[in-house]
């Protein structure tokens, strides 16, 4: 049976091998210690899993409108104000079933096919892909270690062509942790404008940071950045609400109705019991955030010292999100390996220790490891990893 020509355009996940290996070996019975994990290791706060019981309760098990029920878009709208000091209307909110179908839909209604997306790398892996799914054409542009995984001006402006539709800023980042600040923003920004370059600001992570750096959106910075700017965001990492799959979307109305549209096309709406939960969240007064961070920021200053003591590795100390991205190069070579995917399946098999390769991301020469996971787990996963470094030199 052929298959349409958009899914054979898929480039399969990397991950998606040593996944399969690291199940395979949990259920022979291995001590497999899986650091790929995508997600907050926290339950989603009682208050809001309460939230969707009285939802169920009192019968709020319906259709709702596509956009998502108006209270919620309106607490988005305050939070917007709150958190980043900036005005939206409820008409210029759309909330999608995660920030992932957030980004699939705006990518479908803004995307002909041979425009052009300018994807810094590291990335995260659905970026290319659901650009390639809409018919555009991914733009990867490489940013380095040196510049901490950030785009610079130069870089930017030397791949603008005239198909160049929009940028994709992702901040803090997933797989780096890294963040651009203001000034760094008003850079990338200005070109932006002068090329009329649509900005999609990804900031899932904005809550995870561990630093005194503050979160800034793109959008903050000028009337006019904000006007061309699509703001992705949600509650599963902030609110430890991973599956309940809320995300949305902020920016010009004409793009949110289109999204809006779509949408009753394709999931008629986010699920009923999810919205109300995630309107709990976010006009309670209760911290879903503190506990979390704090446990982050230990996990990230334990692992990080454990990670950059072994041979052969070096590591940008991450700002936000909940990843170390270190460089592994030169252990792959001392260690024998062709390639950094083989290292990672060989340290699978004989420490039974999952890290997600870079190629995934963009970056062959580094892994990725999760640390939302226990401190008894990065303990070990960081003590294997230097054992299966030093026995293969």
């Not at 590291?122 to 991914?138: D, F, H, M, R």
């Not at 940013?143 to 992702?170: D, G, R, Y």
Request: net charge negative; with cysteine; hydrophobic share 40%.
């Amino acid at each position: 049976m052929e298959l349409a020509n958009r899914v054979k355009t898929l480039t399969p996940s990397s991950t998606l091998a040593i996944t399969a290996k690291a199940k395979s070996l949990k259920e022979e019975g291995h001590d497999v210690i899986g650091l790929g994990a995508g997600e907050p290791d926290f339950n989603t706060p009682l208050y809001i899993i309460e939230a969707a019981k009285d939802a169920m309760e009192n019968g709020m098990t319906k259709y709702t409108p596509s956009g998502g029920i108006v209270g919620l878009r309106e607490a988005i709208c305050a939070k917007f104000k709150s958190d980043n000091n900036l005005d939206y209307t409820s008409d210029q909110i759309i909330v999608t079933t995660g920030a992932k179908h957030a980004l699939y839909t705006l990518f479908q209604v803004l995307i002909n096919p041979g425009d052009e997306v300018i994807v810094p790398a590291p990335y995260w892996v659905s970026y290319p892909e659901q650009i390639k799914l809409a018919g555009g054409n991914p733009v990867i542009v490489k940013a380095s270690e040196e510049n901490s995984f950030k785009l610079t001006p130069e870089q930017l402006e030397a791949v603008i062509t005239t198909k160049t539709k929009a940028i994709i800023i992702n901040s803090p980042s997933n797989p780096t942790g890294m963040m651009y600040d203001e000034e760094e923003l008003n850079a990338l920004g200005k070109i932006c404008i002068k090329h009329n370059i649509i900005i999609i600001s990804d900031e899932i992570y904005e809550k995870l940071i561990y630093t005194d750096d503050k979160h800034l959106s793109i959008a903050q910075l000028s009337d006019q950045l904000k006007e061309q700017t699509i703001v992705i965001n949600g509650l599963s990492k902030s609110h430890a609400m991973t599956g309940w799959r809320i995300g949305y979307a902020a920016g010009d109305k004409t793009i949110i109705k289109a999204m809006t549209n779509l949408a009753s096309h394709s999931t008629s709406n986010p699920t009923s019991i999810a919205q109300f939960a995630a309107l709990a969240a976010y006009e309670s007064a209760e911290d879903p955030i503190t506990e979390m961070k704090r446990a982050f920021k230990q996990r990230l200053t334990m692992l990080y010292e454990l990670i950059v003591d072994i041979p052969g590795i070096t590591c940008e100390k991450p700002k936000g999100a909940f990843y170390l991205f270190p460089n592994v190069e030169e252990a792959v070579k001392n260690n024998g390996f062709d390639s950094v995917d083989a290292w990672v399946t060989a340290l699978l098999e004989e420490e039974k220790v999952a890290l997600v390769p870079g190629s995934g991301f963009g970056s062959n020469g580094n892994v990725r490891l999760s640390y939302a996971t226990s401190i008894g787990s990065l303990t070990e996963a960081a003590k294997r990893i230097k054992r299966f470094v030093i026995n293969h030199q």
